[in-house]
């Protein structure tokens, strides 16, 4: 669920340039005091700035006018990594125009990025000299540094240097004579990241890290960086304690498509709402088009055919609203929806075709008919339900709230999580729906709900289900919620955001859209990439369609990157056949099941796309690696290996027909000729090498022409 009225892009107000200015000094007490600085573009009532370090509230922490037209205020902040925009009048959500250091915000745009205390800015380095900063030099014990990943009895070991720092780096494990190489993977923050991947063959090892500049060696262990080697010490990994993230292997090998139930089909009209719409009419906020959960019956077959092996649902649950994000009754199907008997006859026929099922989990707030809300606003201070929400005064009243509600609509009462009763009572919910056939949850809003909540959810959905599926709605980094002990994974809006600024925008240049994922696929731990949820298009955010203009071979472009990317494939209903939208609610229009409104070319091209990843391992679980990023040309190539199994993927994104020439991978390499699964060209393999001609706006997998 997410507010997207006044995400409007900045460059709306390109003719009336922002200034902007963001400072960090220490106070002591381990606090920074950041003063954030922000000169309008237009007139203005208000200006605050929101970001992580408030949960994104968009009502923020208010700027005050110094009386010349630029706004100010300072916070004190911990040491860490913020995002933020700021937030005009209310509405208006600008970035910061004058910060250079930005991460995608999952609307293709982008948040500005500040980093508070010493985490690598304020050390200097210089490669070349011969010198270390050793102050930024660390191994933390984290998953994001250290990881056991338990599929393929890998330890994934990272260190960190100063940014620029040291020419090369080295991994020693246990007593062997000669070290492994460590790769740059990236860099962040001020730091340089450093990776070596090591198979596990007994229960532990020893290891330490070795970095060289100008002929000087720097070793690092538990003893603190040293250019001793026999002082360093060493690390130890223990398979039994090593942090680890255990995903369903099934989640890899799905292509979820996502269903908002009331304008998918309707599949039985006598459980129609009172004033349901016209199937097809304009949708609003508040209108209903009829679509139920027999109309997905129904529909299982069409799904089934076009490739589908995974279904997420939004809210199913008893609502008064269209949308369900409302909740009154968490263990009751909405009447207008179904009952328990079409639910769990869903259920049934969806598992027999081989699909699996996760539903919306919706444990931030409640809606104001919730037994327990209504309970407090008919017994205020006496209620025993009292304690579930945060009241600030009495009396309640949803008219004119005095309790904590999620962006300050009174009919969505924030849940205190922290309350016992509230606790055992979700935790039942979420246990009774996977007992009734459910075969994961997606959480909204997840970022507001304290972390030791989604622990105690993830021990007890795997309890009542060992193959649970958790992801969590996220639009920005999911690393804290990907430790191994909350979610499998998150809505990957980081995905969503990179590639629709390439292939869409073209905010992003080729290298800065290859090294954004490269961040991330360098910071979650590795056993979640397989199963990320990799969406280019939700009910929160613009058609997929609308995004590209409705340029459908540059979305079919993207569409094959996706397909062929490592993480689950998200459809949302409808963008494979061409449903167009702007932002909610014109992004939940009913399903055009007439084919006249369809793009069908377009569905045959999701269809293969489908059918091609099914029969290929090495795309639903293999590693990925860049052959070729050609910022010339525009032209992108990567290679997914799967043990014996492998394929290389070449995106031309320009016009005309270019060259485009690679080293194989070895599993490629020993081939005489490699074919294009999409088109059937072949081209032959000389000294391990490949030329293809790329096409306008053209993508080729490339496969052995030979089993």
Known sequence: MRVTLGFLLASLLAAAPAAAKVSVRAVGGDLFET??????????????????????????????????????????????????????????????????????????????????????????????????????????????????????????????????????????????????????????????????????????????????DAGQRLFLGPEGPTPDRSRSGAYVFDLRT?????????????????????????????????????????????????????????????????????LYFNPVFASPSNHKYDTADYLKIDPHLGDDAVFAELMRAAHDRGMRVILDGVFNHS??????????????????????????????????????????????????????????????????????????????????VPHPFWREFRQKMRRAKPEAYIVGEIWSDGL??????????????????????????????????????????????????????????SHDTERVATVFGEDWERLKLAVLFQM?????????????????????PECRKAFPWDPSGQNADLRAHYRKLLRLRRDSPELRRGSFRTVLADAARDVYAFSREYGKFASVVVLHRGAGTVPAEFELPRALARFPELVDALSGATFPVVDGRVTVQAGPEQGLILKPSEP
Request: with cysteine; hydrophobic share 40%.
């Open 242 to 310: 090593a942090p680890s993230l255990s995903a369903p292997g099934w989640a890899a090998d799905s292509v979820f498509y996502q269903i908002f139930p009331d304008r998918f089909y309707n599949g039985d009209p006598s459980n129609d709402p009172p004033d349901v719409q016209l199937w097809g009419s304009t949708p609003t906020i508040t209108n209903f088009m009829g679509g139920d959960l027999k109309g997905v019956l129904e529909k299982l077959p069409d799904l089934a055919e076009l490739g589908v092996n995974a």
């Open 564 to 584: 062929t990317y490592l993480g689950a494939p998200v459809i949302y209903y409808g963008d494979e056949v061409g449903l167009t939208g702007g932002k909610d």
């Open 35 to 212: 003063t954030f600085s922000f000169a309008p573009p237009i007139a203005v009532s208000s200006v605050a700035v929101a970001g992580s370090f408030n949960d994104w509230k968009k009502e923020g922490v208010a700027l005050k006018d110094d009386g010349a037209g630029v706004y100010q205020t300072a916070l004190r902040l911990a040491p860490g990594r913020y995002t933020y925009k700021f937030v005009l009048n209310g509405e208006l959500w600008m970035e910061d125009p004058d910060n250079s250091t930005r991460e995608p915000d999952g609307f293709t745009g982008f948040n500005a990025v500040v980093v508070v205390g010493r985490l690598g800015t304020a050390v200097p380095a210089q490669l070349g000299d011969g010198q270390f900063a050793a102050e930024a030099l660390g191994h933390p014990h984290a998953i994001e540094y250290c990881e056991f990943v338990p599929q393929a009895r890998e330890a994934v070991l990272r260190a960190r240097t100063a940014q620029g720092d040291a020419e090369e780096g080295r991994l020693w494990v246990d007593d062997e004579t000669s070290p492994r190489a460590l790769e740059r993977v990236f860099s962040r923050d001020g730091y340089d990241v450093w990776e070596s991947l090591v198979e596990v063959s007994s229960v532990s090892f020893t290891y330490a890290f070795e970095f060289r």
């Open 480 to 537: 804290p919620w990907l430790g191994g002990d909350e979610f499998d994974a998150v809505m990957n809006y980081v995905f969503r955001s990179a590639v629709l600024g390439y292939f869409a925008s073209g905010k992003l240049g080729l290298k800065e859209f290859d090294e954004q994922l490269s961040q991330q696929r360098h910071r979650y731990p590795k056993s979640s990439l397989p199963v990320q949820f990799n969406l280019l298009g």
């Open 367 to 448: 809606g104001d008919r919730f037994w327990a809300f209504q309970d407090l606003v008919k017994n205020q201070q006496a209620s025993q339900y009292a304690g579930w929400y945060a009241v600030r005064s009495f009396p309640v009243d949803p008219s004119t709230p005095t309790y904590e509600c999620w962006w300050n609509f009174g009919h969505l009462p924030k849940l205190d999580t922290g309350d016992p009763g509230v606790r055992e009572y979700l935790m039942g919910v979420g246990e009774h729906w996977l007992k009734a056939g459910a075969d994961g949850w997606r959480l909204d809003v997840p970022n507001e």
